[in-house]
Structures are given as C-alpha cells and as structure tokens.
C-alpha cells in the first residue's frame, strides 16, 4: 500500500513494485493525472485525513508493506500554510499507523522524510551521518521530524516494524515544478515551445545539494522494508553535492535554443541552507545499494518529460 500515491514518488513507486511482481494499492487525495501505471493495480483517492476511510482501506487490502509518502512536500508552500503541512505530517500519519493497528495487520512500514531535517550545516559537520543532530530551518523541515518522532515512537511503544529514509534532493521525470531542477526544465521547454520569452528566472543558484534520481530512490525503499532494521533512520544519498548553479548550466547545455538567466527575488527563500551532503555508508553496507544514474541522464530525461508536457497544452 502506497500513500501519497498521487505524487512524483508514488507514481515511481508503484511502477517500479509493480515490475517486481508485487500487487499494489495506492491512495491518493486526488484520481490519477496518467493513466499509468494505475491502470495495472488498485488506486483510490483517499486523504489520510480522513479516518475512517483510511482504516477501511487498510481492512480491506491487508498490506504487508507500507510506504507512507503522503505529505505536503513542498518547502515554498509550507511557508504558506504551515498548519496543514503539520496536520498531515501527524494526524495523517497517526490515521494510518492506528488503522493498521485496528485492523490487526502487521505490515513493514517505510516513512518517507527528509534530509531537510537537518537544517543548518556548516561545512565542518560534511558530510552528514544519520547520528548527526535534527535542526529544521522551515515548517515542511519540522513536520518531516514530527513524522519521524512519531513513526520511532509507535515502534517502540507498540512494536511497528518502523524504517525511516531521510533522502537528500531528488529529481527525475514527473517532479512538480515546486523543485529547483524541475521548475528550470519547464522553463526551459516553455521557450523552447515559444510560450515564454528566452529568460530563465532562478534563485539562490550557490546553494549545494546532494542530488539522487528518483528512481534509485524508490528501489532503496523496497529494498529496505526488506532489509532494513526497524526502528531506523538512513540516509538516502549519492555523497555528492552539485550547486544549484551546476545544475542549470547542465539544463541550459541540453536547451535547443539560447536563453539567458536573471534572479527572481520571489524565488528566494527565507532560510536557505548552504549546503547539504550526505553520508550514506549505514544504507550501503547494509544492502549494497549505490546509486545508478548519473545527475546528467536524471536531467536530460527531466527536460524530455518537461518537452513532452508542454507539448500537451492545448
């Protein structure tokens, strides 16, 4: 059972439990924008708000696994309303972890949070152990902890068979617009598309980030609700930080026509952190994982998403 399943990461994820063999629900607050893979499996729209549904569903399919990834994701968007972003990290979550309980299953489950949790770093404290201390520097940061707290706490108090990722930036085909590299992308193929002028309109572009492809990250959370120990936190990482600035030189190197590049101020955020970089050897000598895709083919798959989506628009 996926939750949040409406999102980049469920959608990903399903696709690539379903190549696995594996039956899959998902439950997402809205029906599915793509046919695919939903079309292959059960999907439901279902707010983890909402109680009772959530426990039907769950009495219903019976879950072996569960990965939880419903969430406001976006750390713009959690400026604005923080009050909800807290709501559904914990009531949210606390809907499907009594669910579970109610409905007497006793699945694996996987609670996707953030490396956001770790707020402020200085270069000293690089790159980040899972031991290192959680300091969150905005509301979606903080409600990523408060899920955390709560999951290693039904753990130890009622015996869930907890694991807690703390993935670092993730990119890939299908992310929102809300993401740095994304929000780059479309720009990029709305010029070329002719809808904007020739200007790419950016952020902080010396902010570091330790980026990993979406799809290595879905692999990690199967492979870890089999592997992983319950009542643990890891990392999910690559080892390396790129500057956001990188990152735009790698998409405008790929864009099929000449733009230029100017600072938004409304792009800028609050408190943003210099740099991240994370250490992800507690993850790898445990299962052996290291990440397969490189940054540049994670991009150039991006801006094709990102082409074709536009091409769509009436």
């Known amino acids: 059972m996926i939750t949040g399943a409406d999102g980049f990461v469920g959608r990903h994820l399903a696709r690539y439990l379903l190549d696995q063999g594996v039956e899959v629900m998902g439950l997402g607050l809205h029906p599915p924008r793509y046919p695919e893979p939903w079309e292959a499996c059960a999907y439901e729209v279902c707010d983890v708000l909402d109680r009772d549904k959530v426990l039907s569903l769950v009495r219903d399919f019976r879950p072996q696994y569960v990965f939880h990834l419903a969430a406001q994701s976006s750390v713009r968007r959690s400026w604005d309303n923080p009050w909800l972003t807290y709501r559904v990290a914990l009531e949210g979550q606390a809907n499907v972890f009594d669910a579970l309980m109610e409905a007497e299953v006793d ?112 692999e990690v959370f199967w492979v870890l609700v089999k592997e992983g120990k319950p009542g643990q936190a890891y990392n999910v990482c690559s080892g390396v930080d790129r500057s956001v600035r990188e990152v735009l030189d790698i998409l405008v190197s790929m864009a099929r026509t000449a733009v230029s590049v100017e600072v938004d101020p409304g792009k800028l955020r609050r408190a943003d952190i210099p740099v991240l970089r994370g250490d992800n050897r507690k993850l790898r000598e445990l299962t052996g994982w290291s990440p397969r895709i490189p940054l540049e083919r994670t991009l150039q798959d991006l801006l094709e998403w990102c082409r074709k989506e536009v091409s769509r628009r009436p």
Do not use: W
């Open 107 to 218: 699945p694996v489950v996987h609670v996707a949070c953030s490396a956001e949790e770790y707020g402020m770093v200085e270069e000293s404290e690089l790159p980040i152990t899972e031991d290192r201390s959680l300091r969150p520097a905005n509301p979606y940061a903080l409600s990523k902890v408060i899920q955390e707290e709560h999951a290693l706490f039904c753990h130890r108090v009622y015996g869930t068979r907890v694991v807690v990722t703390r993935a670092f930036n993730i990119v890939g085909p299908g992310q929102s617009r809300d993401f740095v590299a994304s929000d780059f992308a479309h720009q990029i193929a709305e010029i070329e598309a002719g809808l904007r002028e020739p200007v790419i309109r950016v952020g902080n572009l010396d902010a570091r980030r330790d980026f990993s492809d979406v799809r290595d990250l879905v």
